[in-house]
Structure formats: C-alpha cells, structure tokens
C-alpha cells in the first residue's frame, strides 16, 4: 500500500493529523500557531495557508486529501449577535465568508478530495452546500456539537460508536485561556473515523482505478 500524502489545514493539537499517521499515511498539519501536542517527530507547518497553497501550486506539490478546519468564530451562529447583519462585526463575516470560499475553492485545485469542517453557521449556505452532519456520540464521546463537513469527492462519515449521554460540555466550558483551542480541537473518535473511513475510500478507488487501466 502506498500512503496517502495528506494535509490537514488550520490544525495544531495533531488529533487529525496523528488519526492518519497511525495507519501509515504521510499526514502534516499546517496552522499559524505550533504544534501543542506534545507528540515529538511529527510533522506540523507554522505557515499561512494561502502563502502555503501559493508555495505548493510553484513547486507542483499535490496532495491525496486536503482537510481544512478554518476559523469559524465569525461564522458560527452562536456569533450571530456581534456578527449577524446589523452588528457591529458584521463586516468580518463577510470577509472570512468571502477568504473561507477562496481556500475551499484553491484546496479543490490541490488534491482530488477535500473536507471542509466547520459547525451550524452562514457558511453553507454562502457555498451552496449541504454539509454532512456529525456529532460526538455517534463516535464514542457522550457529548452533543453538531460538527458539518464539505465535502469534495469523499463519502459522508458513518457512525462508529454510538453512545449514551448528550452533554453540552464545550458550549458550558467557562471562560479560561484555554477555551478557544479545547473548543477547536476535533474529537478523538471524529478524527479516527475521517482516517480510517477517508482512507479505506481513497485507496479503494484508487486501486479499483489502477485496475481498470
């Protein structure tokens, strides 16, 4: 088997990145910030990812997936009262509306199949989307956050565990210096799906690909 060469986009805690790695595929995670996992030897970029998308189309560097968590605070609807028409942020809306189309729009033109996260908000509609719904429970975590994914040229994620419990815990998590990236990091049982379920597609194809020719 031949690994995937994957990328996953706005992403520092390594979950997703890792989920790959631990199947043998060459996965590197791309964000403005650095690697806070802690895991060592593993590759994570500290780079702009327009400037990165920018860098790879020069030097022809294509990848298998791209995955892409861009910063949704100005999309969500939770933010609908700074940033909802009428409010003063309301003009950043708009921009990262317009910035969220542009990477999901240059990622398509970079690999064959992309997944864009980002939770109940403007942003679907905007791209004409019907996003693929997940939640924590339906993977193991007793916990409700209703997580959408674009998704290009890959198959919706299926259940893995489903499990008792609907807590709200990162939508009840008090302020801390922490809260923004423990409401950012994707779960455990979320990330292992996407790799083994993403994966186990874009091989398949690939080989049924192969055979045809």
């Known amino acids: 088997m031949k690994p995937l060469n994957i990328l996953v986009a706005f992403e520092c ?34 780079v702009d990812f327009s400037d990165y998308i920018d860098l790879c189309h020069k030097r022809g560097r294509i990848y298998d997936i791209i995955i892409m968590h861009p910063p949704c605070t100005a999309l969500a609807c939770s933010g609908n009262r700074w940033y909802g028409k009428g409010q003063p942020r309301h003009q950043e809306r708009l921009e990262a509306l317009e910035q969220t189309k542009e990477w999901w729009t240059r990622a398509k033109n970079l690999a064959p199949h992309v997944a ?26 007793g916990e409700t956050k209703n997580t959408g994914f674009a998704l290009h040229n890959l198959p919706p994620l299926q259940p893995t565990e489903i499990v008792e419990g609907r ?8 302020p801390s210096d922490d809260r923004a990236k423990i409401r950012s990091e994707t779960f455990q049982g ?18 049924e690909v192969n055979d045809n020719d």
């Open 167 to 174: 807590e709200q815990r990162i939508w009840r998590l008090p």
């Open 190 to 207: 979320i990330a292992d799906a996407m790799a083994e379920q993403w994966s186990e597609y874009i091989l398949t194809n690939r080989e």
């Open 116 to 141: 864009l996260e980002n939770p109940v908000g403007v942003l679907w509609n905007f791209l004409g989307i019907e996003p693929n719904y997940v939640q924590p429970w339906q993977f193991g975590h």
């Open 13 to 46: 805690s390594g979950k997703v990145r890792d989920a790959f790695r631990r199947l043998g595929h060459d996965a590197t995670s791309l964000d403005l910030q650095k690697d806070y996992s802690g895991t060592i030897g593993r590759r994570h970029l500290v």
